[in-house]
């Protein structure tokens, strides 16, 4: 119970200063908005190809913007040395990882959220419930990558070259799950079969499971002593 | 019946790499004492206080903080933990309240709101509880980091300088709550540069001089400081 109410202090602390500084949903919207600008003039996608390009434009936004998400969502706790605090603190470090987690998954799903409006906007996609079918890649892609970019955004955070170290280590790491991604968002928005989807959205579960578990058990050493 | 000790360390010590910071500490401190460890910059004074708080490993020795080893400490005693690090640990964008209730939560305290105040009270901030932290001057968030510190009703205290940055209003004010927290049964270690007193409190004084701790004043004087010396 006590845990549980650590798990919401952290969560609620984390979203009250976000909604008061905005900085990381503003940020995140306004990398989205400009890498989608980019990618439609640079593949200028005919009908044939719009899901596949439209699919890749809106994983390549979900990326960087959510190495910025997870970063922002970890560095209020690098200001005056907080998370010293919470690494001392009675909380498990597994609930504070799950904690932090949660924050970036909520900044990265609301700045996702806009980006799908972008990408239907910039390709000409249509606004229906087909796009309903984009939900099951696009929130387990964004879980799996909040969770590898928090447990990655806590070690680049004490080292010197952090800033360099977060997107050499996640990007790579990222790919098995952006592959299927793509692959089951253009499925997704070009219509084809339930199939054509699952097996990459196994493969998204599975990057998931093994970034989640990965995370809670490493983010004591990653947090702990210096 | 003898009790055991709060803090305990066993030939401590700590390198960085090749470079040696702290060197045989044997330190042992019973609830209810405090002791202040007097040293200039890069003696080691933070390294230990850091080593004590679980955030650091030694590279010789062991310590102990209420009979656990301080790496492997249950939450249980983990909570009976205050510390007062340099840096501030507060939120700049939370108000003075919100992270006193924030903190008070992480630690399980009942009636976060209620306490919160009481502590903003005692450290002479309750009109400042709507502030944020960023408008705060070095001297105020000191204060209202002793009072982070406290309010979980730590067992051992661990302040490195806590005077620093401080007016004489501030000075008493954090003396008083040094005292009030020894009074209670609390074990107290805090930092110095210099030689300081708190009033109405004997302090175990020890020097710390290149990572090697020594009774203050050698052990003629027997290390206890009741008042500053030379005032």
């Known amino acids: ?226 | 019946m003898m009790t055991a000790p709060v803090v305990e360390t066993h030939a401590l010590g700590k390198s960085f790499g090749e470079t040696p910071v702290l060197r045989d500490v044997n330190l042992k401190l019973y609830a209810g004492r405090a002791a202040i460890l007097i040293g200039g910059n890069g003696a080691g004074k933070s390294t230990l206080l850091r080593i004590l708080a679980g955030l650091g490993r030694p590279t010789t020795g062991r310590v102990t903080i209420f009979g656990e080893d301080s790496l492997s400490l249950s939450h249980q005693n983990r909570r009976r933990i205050g510390m007062l690090s340099h840096q501030s640990w507060l939120y700049p964008n939370l108000t003075a309240g919100e992270n006193l209730e924030f903190y008070a939560t992480l630690y399980g305290v009942a009636h976060p709101e209620a306490v919160a105040d009481r502590w903003l009270d005692r450290v002479g901030l309750l009109s400042f509880r709507r502030e944020r932290v960023r408008a705060f001057s070095r001297g105020m968030e000191q204060r209202l980091s002793l009072a982070r510190a406290v309010l979980a009703q730590p067992m051992l205290l661990l302040l490195d300088e806590p005077f620093a940055a401080l007016d004489p209003d501030g000075v008493a004010i954090v003396g008083g709550m040094v005292r009030e927290q020894v009074e209670r049964g609390c074990a107290v270690v805090m930092t110095a540069h210099g030689p300081t007193a708190v009033e109405g409190l004997e302090l175990e004084a020890y020097s710390v001089v290149r990572g090697r701790l020594a009774p203050y004043g050698g052990e003629r004087r027997g290390g206890r400081l009741r008042s500053i010396p030379g005032r």
């Open chain 1, 1 to 226: 119970m006590r845990a549980m109410g650590a798990f919401a202090a952290i969560l609620r602390k984390d979203l009250r200063l976000e909604l008061r500084s905005g900085q990381s949903t503003v940020a995140l919207f306004a990398l989205s908005l400009l890498i989608l600008v980019v990618l439609v003039f640079t593949l200028s996608p005919d009908p044939a190809n719009r899901a596949e390009a439209s699919a890749g434009a809106l994983w390549v936004a979900m990326v960087f913007a959510g190495m910025l998400g997870a970063t922002r969502a970890l560095l209020a706790e690098n200001e005056n040395g907080c998370m010293r605090a919470l690494a001392t603190s009675p909380i498990d470090p597994a609930m504070l990882y799950a904690a932090k987690l949660a924050a970036a998954f909520i900044f990265m799903t609301v700045a996702e959220g806009a980006a799908v409006i972008l990408v239907v906007l910039f390709f000409n996609l249509e606004f229906g419930p087909e796009l309903l079918r984009l939900a099951p890649p696009v929130v387990l892609g964004t879980l799996g990558f909040s969770a590898l970019a928090t447990l990655l955004a806590a070690i680049s955070g004490r080292t010197r070259a952090g800033d360099l170290l977060l997107p050499l280590l996640a990007v790579p790491m990222f790919v098995p799950a952006l592959i299927a991604g793509v692959k089951a968002s253009a499925a997704a928005l070009s219509g084809a079969e339930l199939s054509a989807m699952t097996r990459w959205l196994g493969v998204l579960v599975a990057f998931d499971v093994l970034f989640v578990t990965l995370g809670g058990l490493l983010f004591e050493h990653v947090i702990g002593e210096d």
